[in-house]
C-alpha cells in the first residue's frame, strides 16, 4: 500500500495530527480500546506529522471475526466533512444530500497503521480495529453494507471519512474491515456499496468551515503489478488474467457469459478443488502484450481490473 498526501486550499479532509488516540464509541462495534499513540502538535500539516511514513497492519493483529456489526441508526449530520462540495487535487466533489437509494460496484482499498489515532474528515479519531470506511461523496456519517464480489462475505461499515482520492476506487476500509472481507492481503477487492438508512435521513447538519487542517489521502494499494514484455514468464499460451472468483459456479457462470458476449475473449471457469472458489479465467495470451491488451480492453468495458495468473 503506498500513503499518499494530498494538499488542497478548498478543504482540508482529515487525519489532522492534532488529535491524540482514539476518540469515543461510535456504534462501529466494540473492539478492546487501542492504545493511545503519541502525536506531535508542531508542525506544518503534512505526512511528516504521522509517526509511521508507510501504512500498513497493526502490529497487534487482533481477532476481529466475531466482532459486532455497527447497526445504523439515525445520527446527526457531522458539522465536519459535509460542505456542499469540495476540490482534493484539481477534482471537485459534491456531498450528496442523501445517502438513501446509493449503491454501487467498484474497487474496495483499506488503510491502517500509519492514520491510527489521527482525525477523520468528519473529526472522529480513525480506529483501524472498528468497521469504518472512507467515501468521496456519501454524508458523514452514513451506514453502508460492503459486500465482496469475489468471495460473497458481507459486511455493515460506518462511513466516517473522505477518500479514496483514485478514480479506480469507490471506498476505503479501514484494515478491521478488509479483514472481515477477505481483502488484507490483496490490498483491494471488487465490492459492492450499498447506503443503509434507519428510518429517514436526519436533517443535513452543514459542515460551517470548521474543518481539520491536513488531509489525509485514503491510503491507496497498489493494483496488481502489470507484467511488462521484458519480464520474465512462464511460456507463451500460460498467460491468463484473472476476472473473479466465486463460491457458488451460478455466479462465476454469469460473469464468463458477460464476458464472452460483451468482449468476445476467451473465458473459461476454473473449477475449483475441495474447498476452493470457481475462477473466472481469460486466455490464454501468446505474449504480455497480448495479456496487457486484453486487461485494458476489460476495464475499459467497465469490468474491475483483472489480475495476472498462471497456470
Not at 511528516?48 to 481477532?63: I, L, M, S
Not at 441508526?73 to 460542505?83: D, F, H, I, L
Request: glycine share 10%; charged share 20%; with cysteine.
Amino acid at each position: 500500500m503506498r500513503p499518499l498526501l494530498i494538499l488542497t486550499v478548498s478543504l482540508a479532509l482529515g487525519a489532522c495530527a492534532t488529535a491524540p488516540g482514539p476518540g469515543p464509541d461510535t456504534g462501529s462495534g466494540t473492539p478492546p480500546p487501542a492504545s493511545k499513540p503519541d502525536r506531535s502538535a508542531a508542525g506544518a500539516p503534512g505526512s511528516d506529522r504521522y509517526k509511521h511514513n508507510v501504512d500498513a497492519g497493526p502490529d497487534e493483529r487482533r481477532d476481529v471475526s466475531a466482532q459486532p456489526e455497527p447497526v445504523p441508526k439515525v445520527e446527526p449530520r457531522s458539522a465536519y466533512g459535509n460542505p456542499d462540495t469540495y476540490t482534493v487535487w484539481g477534482q471537485t466533489y459534491q456531498v450528496l444530500p442523501t445517502a438513501e437509494g446509493y449503491h454501487e460496484e467498484g474497487l474496495a482499498s483499506w488503510y491502517g497503521r500509519k492514520f491510527h489515532g489521527y482525525r477523520t474528515s468528519s473529526g472522529e479519531a480513525f480506529d483501524m480495529y472498528r468497521f469504518t470506511a472512507a467515501h468521496r461523496t456519501l454524508p458523514l456519517p452514513t451506514y453502508a453494507r460492503v459486500t465482496n464480489l469475489d468471495n460473497g462475505k458481507s459486511l455493515v461499515v460506518r462511513v466516517n471519512d473522505r477518500g479514496p482520492f483514485h478514480s479506480d476506487r469507490i471506498i476505503d476500509l479501514s484494515w478491521a474491515a478488509a479483514v472481515r472481507l477477505g481483502i488484507e492481503q490483496n490490498g483491494t477487492g471488487r465490492v459492492r456499496v450499498e447506503a443503509l438508512t434507519a428510518n429517514n435521513d436526519p436533517t443535513p447538519n452543514k459542515s460551517d468551515g470548521r474543518v481539520p487542517t491536513a488531509v489525509r489521502a485514503a491510503v491507496d494499494s497498489p493494483p496488481p503489478a502489470t507484467a511488462s514484455a521484458t519480464t520474465p514468464t512462464a511460456a507463451g499460451g500460460d498467460l491468463y488474467l484473472q476476472a473473479g472468483a466465486f463460491q457458488g459456479l451460478d455466479g462465476a457462470r454469469a460473469l464468463e457469459k458477460r464476458l464472452r458476449e460483451q468482449l468476445r475473449l476467451p473465458v473459461s471457469v476454473r473449477q475449483p478443488a475441495s474447498g476452493n472458489l470457481y475462477k473466472v479465467w481469460l486466455g490464454p495470451f501468446a505474449s504480455n502484450e497480448d495479456r496487457d491488451r486484453a486487461r485494458h480492453t476489460v476495464t475499459q468495458a467497465g469490468f474491475a481490473a483483472p489480475i495476472s495468473v498462471n497456470p
